[in-house]
């Protein structure tokens, strides 16, 4: 794991803020024990799935950000009580957020935005950018990260590789 880090080290360059998943218990490897060598090794972010994954590194003492990438409304309290990042990627969502973050007394949030470049699965629209950005910028949150989803990226055929690219390119104007 440290080797595969470095390499992507390597690519990315100095600067270069890290995230890495431990969803699953680290598909059997322990998340506590990856997260802690992830921690010592510099990443800046740990991602999980759901908010009880990110509670149960909480309370085995990882401290560093965690970003929760299935962020449903029913769990924003307990997020919130154990300094959890969600992904947002809906006005609706946003918005239960907030009142979870007003309700618990605090001013100001990180949340980490999906943008939709083309899966259609989840995320903001390209076409409502400005719209949300406005959103995030009047609350009690604040924009940490932004992100997207790039559907067919593991793929080397010629019409998945431009459809990657115009995700790209589709995030990059927002």
Request: charge should be neutral; include cysteine.
């Amino acid at each position: 794991m440290r080797h595969n880090l470095n390499h992507y080290r390597a690519l990315v360059g100095d600067g270069v803020k890290m995230m890495a998943m431990v969803k699953a218990s680290c598909y059997g490897n322990g998340n506590f024990e990856v997260a802690d060598m992830l921690d010592k090794q510099g990443v800046n972010y740990l991602a999980v799935a759901f908010a009880d994954e990110g509670v149960t590194l909480r309370e085995k003492g990882i401290a560093m950000p965690i970003v929760v990438l299935n962020a449903d409304s029913d769990s924003f309290a307990l997020m919130v009580a154990n300094r959890l990042e969600p992904e947002i990627y809906n006005f609706r969502s946003l918005e239960r957020f907030i009142a979870a973050v007003r309700d618990a007394g605090e001013t100001s949030w990180p949340v980490h935005i999906k943008i939709d470049t083309g899966m259609h699965r989840l995320g903001f629209s390209c076409e409502s950018s400005r719209e949300y950005i406005q959103a995030f910028s009047l609350k009690n949150i604040k924009i940490t990260g932004i992100f997207t989803h790039l559907s067919v990226s593991d793929s080397v055929s010629s019409d998945d590789i431009a459809f990657t690219k115009l995700q790209i390119s589709r995030f990059q104007k927002v």
